[in-house]
């Protein structure tokens, strides 16, 4: 009786080791999920019809009358902002400078690939680089040679990422 309970204590524990090891999620899974997911978005944004059933109606465009008024209020830019110093490898980008704006941090290369792509679309020119040691991606929005422009941009990005920081380069 000790032994069979023995036996089926060892036994139920093998069969839950195996099963939570075989529940790990792999990079690579989510990868494919989402280049598959970045592919059907560009098919569903291509749209091919026939030339010979299009019917080509040409359009007067008018101009909308847009009147705006803008006032700059000049940006204080407060020297005193914390700086991190890590050791990175760059991953997808030209390269860094002394000072970096990171807008992000990922343990997956296609998330940080994500971020980089929506900074893309707005315009920076972001960057992805590892941290070995922390073996996090992080996404770096901007590169500057002076602390007062990589606080300026800091300034601006925190709008949209609080959680945004500068990095010194080591």
Known sequence: MNKTKTFAAVALSMVLAISMSSCKSKESLYKKAYEKAQAQNV?????????????VTP??????????????????????????????????????????????????????????????????????????ERKLYRVIAATFDTKPEAVSALQVLRETYPDAWLLYKK
């Open 43 to 55: 098919n569903n944004t291509h749209v091919t019809e026939d030339p010979s059933t299009v019917n």
């Open 59 to 132: 359009v007067q465009p008018t101009a909308p009358v847009i009147t705006t008024t803008t006032t700059t209020t000049p940006v204080q830019v407060d020297e005193n902002v914390s700086v991190r110093s890590e050791a990175l490898q760059v991953v997808d980008g030209a390269g860094l400078k002394a000072y970096s704006v990171v807008c992000g941090a990922f343990s997956l290369q296609a998330n940080a690939t994500g971020l980089q792509q929506k900074l893309k679309e707005k315009g920076y020119q972001a960057q992805i680089a590892l941290n070995s």
